[in-house]
């Protein structure tokens, strides 16, 4: 069965620092993932996608794959208070399959 | 943007009722999916549709039926309602095998 795992935190960061987030999952064939931010009550909302190795930057972001290691992380830098959020990280695998996997997401607090 | 809508944020309904829960996108996916979202067990995929007319069976389906009349439209059906069923419905829309955009949620109650 395809496995995407996340600590569950909670991880807790002062405002200002760097927030990482990790992310393994055990299917060799995945090809694209996603991390997506969600609030207290709220539903997901995307935040960044990647579909190869390396590093993809985007503002504050940073999602990172390194598909040999089956390894997917996001920092985030000079962390504010509003980041504070559960944070989802998902996989799909190629070929014809939509579905993707989901973690069950580590919980972000920044502190002011 | 995408924009997907759900047609209620919040209901409570009795055991043993029927419910519908809608589920509108306007950006043309193919795809659309239906989760559930209950705390310490992650999102669960439910059904999913790649088109119109077409499901498939998620990992959760029991209990549950949907419809796809309309390529924007992906309905979720609880046929009689029970207390398990309680829950956070989550929508999401995709194009081929991109990025699932997510409804606001519908929270359920059954009494």
């Known amino acids: ?112 | 943007d995408v924009k997907v809508t759900q047609s209620s944020r919040y209901l409570v309904k009795r055991t043993g009722e029927k419910v519908f829960l809608e589920c509108v996108q306007d950006m043309d996916h193919e795809n659309m999916f239906w989760y559930r979202q209950d705390p310490g067990l992650g999102l669960r995929l439910i059904y999913f549709s790649y088109d119109v007319k077409m499901k498939e069976k998620g990992d959760i389906p029991e209990g549950y039926s949907v419809s796809r009349e309309k390529k924007e439209r992906f309905s979720l059906i609880l046929e009689s309602a029970s207390t398990n069923q309680t829950s956070m419905y989550l929508c999401a829309s995709q194009w081929g095998q991109g990025e699932q955009y997510f409804g606001p949620g519908t929270r359920l109650t059954v009494t």
């Open chain 1, 1 to 112: 069965q395809k496995e995407v795992e996340q600590n569950s935190g909670p991880l807790s960061v002062p405002e200002g620092a760097i927030a990482s987030l990790n992310c393994t999952y055990s299917d060799r064939v995945s090809q694209s993932f996603f991390w997506y931010r969600q609030y207290s009550g709220k539903s997901p909302e995307l935040i960044m996608s990647i579909y190869s190795n390396g590093d993809k930057e985007d503002g504050r972001f940073t999602a990172q794959l390194n598909k040999a290691s089956q390894y997917v992380s996001l920092l985030i830098r000079d962390s504010q208070p509003s980041d504070s959020a559960t944070y989802l990280c998902a996989g799909n695998s190629g070929g014809s399959n939509y579905k993707l996997t989901f973690g069950k997401g580590t919980l972000l607090t920044v502190n002011p």
